[in-house]
């Protein structure tokens, strides 16, 4: 697959599942989450957040061209755990209770999934679904968060406002990573992505309403 028929079908896995108009961050971005679901969702994306740098270390071990690149990238993702650590504490969840929070089924079966896809070498395009869309997430997520819940970059809210920058250079980092690697491997990179969407999707939906 050519590099621009790789990008132009992540892409469309990328619109497909556009995580802006899932109804739960409609309503993140309008104000309308209770506190109660605001909490419920951080200790459940607290799993991915410390899943990602443990899937660019798999990917780095599978990928020697990239290694060094994918170790950085993984070192900068665990510093941000404590990033969302701080997120949570700012919506009233300490950080014992955050990594005491058992994961719900949909948070469950998204990890497992990208465990497995990562062994069985597609860690970029594991992580590469997730930063894709990162930066216009984050930036509506601080929106609200700013807008209706008191939080904003100096209280509580810099994962999201490092995030809206930082991952336009990871995603385009990962997609060229994808881009370079062998036939097989950028044929399955885009249901890779898709199935990572789809139990992001399912993850969001379990948050609502808890």
Not at 30 to 49: D, F, R, S
Request: hydrophobic letters at 40%.
């Amino acid at each position: 697959m050519q590099a621009p028929s790789i990008d132009r079908a992540l892409h469309e896995v990328s619109e497909r599942f556009d995580l802006l108009k899932h109804p739960f961050y409609q309503r993140w971005v309008a104000g309308e989450l209770t506190h109660k679901e605001l909490a419920y969702y951080a200790g459940q994306y607290a799993h991915v957040v410390r899943a990602i740098p443990r899937w660019l270390e798999g990917a780095a071990d599978c990928d020697q061209a990239h290694r060094d690149l994918l170790r950085s990238h993984a070192a900068e993702e665990s510093d941000h755990i404590t990033l969302w650590d701080r997120f949570a504490e700012a919506i009233g969840i300490d950080a014992p209770t955050l990594r005491a929070t058992p994961a719900n089924a949909a948070t469950a079966t998204l990890i497992a999934r990208g465990d497995e896809l990562v062994a069985q070498g597609h860690g970029a395009a594991v992580v590469w679904s997730i930063e894709a869309q990162s930066p216009a997430v984050s930036a509506e997520k601080l929106r609200g968060l700013r807008a209706h819940y008191g939080i904003d970059e100096t209280n509580g809210g810099q994962y999201f406002s490092v995030h809206q920058e930082l991952d336009r250079d990871h995603e385009a980092q990962l997609r060229n990573l994808i881009s370079s690697r062998d036939a097989t491997t950028q044929e399955a990179a885009p249901p890779a992505a898709e199935a990572m969407l789809g139990a992001m999707w399912k993850l969001l939906t379990s948050a609502q309403s808890n």
